[in-house]
């Protein structure tokens, strides 16, 4: 008796054709590409960068750094070691700035052979770069937020003294509060350490910090959420653009009998007969169960989610869309102010929650 060689299987597997996806997320890209140039405009006499961290906010790196490049873009900012080889897959790496620095002889030596630059945070990282051999790098001061970054008066230090620094930088605490008297102060402080600490360029604004106007400009911003869709800051209200349509088919349709109720712990009953709609999406795509009580929707038609959130099931009320079937597609209202206000959500958790599944 001849044996079935065990490869024959996968050989077979790569010919059949691979079932679509029941997720999709869709980007626009000229929404994308448009809210980079807003941002850019707005933060002259600067430019915009971009922050491409977590997989572009969620929305694939893939998806949106070609697009962020074409657009003009060309300084590029990611938080982890890891995050570098998809980066360098689209932008060359004298583009490219890790925001976590190094953390050991390892990460330093990885930074010199790729050629991106370390955004140093410490006077240990700075002397691992020295030890590395140095080169180019970016420098993060701490002018009030306490996370990342030198104190201002560490900045004299000799292990800063050695540092060749391309691009110095800070990071607001509240500069989605307008009023915050923070903002001011804090800009004070970086404008006293930039005065004296030898730079190429300077950088203090991120998203909301571009709405503060020009006298936090300084030469580059860096812009994250914003460019995703979030609206940080009302100087950009009516400049962003929503960029992420997540959307779910419809895997049954069922018909509910007055009484019957739907999901774990029973958390909705049928006063009368209704027809609904089990959507393949739940909170393993980011779809939390805060977003009960709210509505995915087709041409513009609320369908209510009935009951709680499932791992990878939802229920949607589908009278006001008679005519969906299954396999017909549903959209989730993405735009994040709104998403924000109906889930208790914040922009950057809503976008960076998606999951893995969407094709």
Known sequence: MRRRSRHRFHDDAAMIEVPRPTLRLRVDAVALSDNWRALDRLSRPGRAGA????????????????????????????????????????????????????????????????????????????????????????????????????????????????????TLMSHLACADEPDSAMNAAQLAAFREVVARVPHREASLASSAGIGLGADYAFDLARPGLALYGGVQHPALAGAISQVAFPEAAIVQVRELEPGETVGYNAAFTARAAMRVGVVSIGYADGVLRCWAGGAFASQGRPLPILGKVSMDMIVIDLAAAPELDEGDWVELPYALAEASRETGLSGYELLTLLGRRFG
């Open 51 to 166: 922050a491409i961290k977590a997989d572009c906010y969620g929305l694939g790196i893939d998806r949106c750094l070609p697009v962020l490049h074409d657009a003009g873009a060309r300084d590029f900012f990611v938080a982890h070691w890891q995050e570098v080889g998809p980066a360098l897959r689209h932008i060359p790496a004298a583009q490219l700035s890790v925001l976590h620095g190094p953390l050991s002889a390892r990460d330093a030596a990885y930074a010199r052979a790729t050629g991106v630059r370390p955004v140093i945070n410490s006077l240990h990282q700075a002397r691992l770069w020295a030890e590395a051999g140095g080169g180019a790098c970016d420098l993060m001061v701490d002018t009030g937020i306490n996370r990342l970054g030198l104190r201002p008066r560490e900045t004299g230090d000799p292990a800063v003294a050695a540092l060749t620094v391309h």
